[in-house]
Structures are given as C-alpha cells and as structure tokens.
C-alpha cells in the first residue's frame, strides 16, 4: 500500500470521472488525501473520504491564494475538521506569487487561525507556500512556540537547502511532487531529508511526472514520485514506498 499525502480529486478537474480516479487508484494499491483550498471543497473532500470505507482521507483548510479580506466560516470549517476521516487541516500557507486578492497580512492572520484550529483538533497541518518563505518560517516558529506539539508537513517543498534545515530543525516532514522526476535541482533536497520525514505526493491534478508530462495528474502516478526519490536516494522502489508510506501513516495517524 502506498499513500498520495496531497491529492485533489474533490476538485472540478475530475468533476465527470473522479470515481473512475479514484478506484483506479485504490486497486492498485494506492490510498490518497484529498486536500482542499475552500470550504465547498473542502466539503468534497469529507464527503468523499466517507464515501469509502478506507483508502480515502480528507483534509479541510483555505488555501492562501483565496484569502479576500472577507469573512472565512472557521467555525465550519473545524467541524469537518473534526470528522473521523479528516486528517489534516490544508492546504494553508502563504503565497505571494498569486497575488491577486488579499494582502499578505490577511494571509498571515489566516494561516495562524488554522494553525489554531489544528492545535485545537490535535490534527497536523499541510502547508503551502510559494516565494513566503521567510515569512513562513518566521509563522512556524511561533506557532511551535505557543503550540509545542504542533506538527506540519512542507506540502510541494520547493524552498533552498537552508530552508529545508530549518524546517527539519522545527521537526517538521517534508513531501515532493512529481516535479522532481523533470527538474533535477530537487536532487540535493531530497537526499537531505532524514528516513523518517520524507512523503510523496501528487498534488494532482497538477505537475504530472515523467512520463505523464503535460496530462492530467491522478493519485496512481504517485508511484513514478517515489521512483525517482528511490533513485535518488539509492534504494529500490519497495524500500522507498515503504519508508514514505510508514511515514504518512504515523503523521497522519492512519
């Protein structure tokens, strides 16, 4: 069994088929975490992890890109996080790339309020981020300074080596996408990653790995991710799988 810890067939890209998706999924060997990035799909993703007896989880967050300066039903949104299925609260963070609509201090505040509410539900936190990086830090240490058992995974890392240490000083997991079987300067971050907090992710349905480039991205291609870290680590396929998966159930508390 292995686990996709970052998925997103609760999104409208697989509107018409996701059940096909997801039971290709499933018989194959593959259990998934569909995260989402607003309440209705946030919504999605609960109702479909209780869909399925098991193979299926949730995790119920605002994803930074959709912080507006209006009113977020945090109330709602820690009720499902409080669903058996839930898992997780993610993905949240901080991006400045997409900057659309916000500031950065509504999505400072954000962030911290769904920091509350995973420490609330004693649940850990998917993040996201993207060119916030030293912002983020600076949030994560003082989250696990008024929280000290609060725990995140570094959803899509894509931050430098010096990032990556602090991070894993925090004590704090990390994932990769299938980013890393195209793009070669993930090599060095992904040896650096100790045994025990290392996960693999698709993040579908984007960034599909080699040989799906330019296709839609599904859970089941989460095998060619733990190839590629296989590779670059040195081990076989079944050790990395086994590694990434022992990790996720332990983080996850599946």
Known sequence: MIIDTHAHTNFLDFKDDYKDVIQRALDDGVWMINASSNLENAMKAVHLANHYKEGVFAAVGQHPIHEGGGDVDY?????????????????????YFHMKQGTK????????RF????CSVDKPAIIHCRNAYEDLLKVLH?????????????????????????????????SFTGVITFAREYDERIRMVPDDRIMAETD??????????GKR???LYVKQVIQKMADVRGVSFDDMARITT????????I
Do not use: W
């Open 105 to 112: 201090e509504g999505q400072h505040a954000m962030l911290r």
């Open 204 to 213: 579908c349905p984007f960034v599909a790995p080699e040989p799906f480039r």
């Open 75 to 95: 109330d709602t949104f820690e009720k499902l996080a409080r669903d058996p299925k839930t898992v997780a609260i993610g993905e949240v963070g901080l991006d």
């Open 217 to 219: 991205n599904e859970p």
């Open 246 to 253: 022992k990790n996720a159930k332990r983080f996850f508390r």
């Open 115 to 118: 920091i509350d509410i995973a």
């Open 142 to 174: 003082e989250a696990k300074r008024q929280h000290p058992h609060f725990s995140c995974v570094m959803h899509f890392f894509a931050g430098s080596k010096e990032v990556l240490r602090e991070v894993l000083d925090m004590g704090f997991y990390v």
